[in-house]
Each structure stands twice: as C-alpha cells, then as structure tokens.
Nanobody, 120 residues
Framework: VQLQASGGGLVQAGGFLRLSCVAP????????MGWFRQAPGKEREFVAAINWSGGMTFYADSVKGRFTISRDNAKNTVYLQMNSLKPEDTAVYYC??????????????WGQGTQVTVSS
C-alpha cells in the first residue's frame, strides 16, 4: 500500500489547513487510517485515527476539538482538517494504514510526510 500525503504548508497561528492522504490502487475500505506527527527533536506522536467506515474516530488530547479526521472511501483518501492551529502543531505529518482490528496498535504502511509550519 502506497500512501501519498499532501496539503501541508505555512500558516499563521489561528489558521487552518486540510491534509489529504491518498492510497491509490488498494482496497482502501479494508484499512483503518491514522495521522501522526513528528516535531524536530521529538518522538513521533499519534494525532488521530479512523476506522474503515469512518464511523469511529479517536484523537490525541492535544488536538481534540480542533482537528477532524475523515475519509472518502470512493476516493481512497483520508483527510485531516486542522483548525485553530498553534505553533506547537508544527511538525511533519504522516498518514498510516493498518488492516488489523480497530483501533490499531501498530500501523503497517506509512506515507512520506508533509510539513506543517505554524507561525506565531
């Protein structure tokens, strides 16, 4: 499974971005999807996850109420809508896929990452 993340960029604090991750050529609806991020000098951390149908979602406390994960199985795409961005949201964001039970305890496939920079 190849994952292609996009949508990152530079935004001012309080602004918004929408990340996309497309997984062409696979049975996308078979996979739970997740977003992770890694800031410079820090460990990679979980951001959000969504089950195969989109009916169940889960968020890190740090983004709850500001970020929304969603998916469009017809387009093989998962999204991360990020509102009220803060400088501490600055990181490389990665999408990931897993075919196991939800919620995933590990992810088998990872995208290449997209940079999000939030200026104060």
């Amino acid at each position: 499974v190849q994952l292609q993340a996009s949508g990152g960029g530079l935004v001012q604090a309080g602004g918004f971005l929408r990340l996309s991750c497309v997984a062409p050529g696979c049975t996308f609806s078979s996979y739970a999807m997740g977003w992770f991020r890694q800031a410079p000098g820090k460990e990679r951390e979980f951001v959000a996850a969504i089950n195969w149908s989109g009916g169940m979602t889960f968020y890190a406390d740090s983004v709850k109420g500001r970020f929304t994960i969603s998916r469009d199985n017809a387009k093989n795409t998962v999204y991360l809508q990020m509102n009220s961005l803060k400088p501490e949201d600055t990181a490389v964001y990665y999408c990931a896929a897993d075919k196991g039970p939800y919620p995933p305890t590990k992810y088998d496939y990872w995208g290449q990452g997209t940079q999000v920079t939030v200026s104060s």
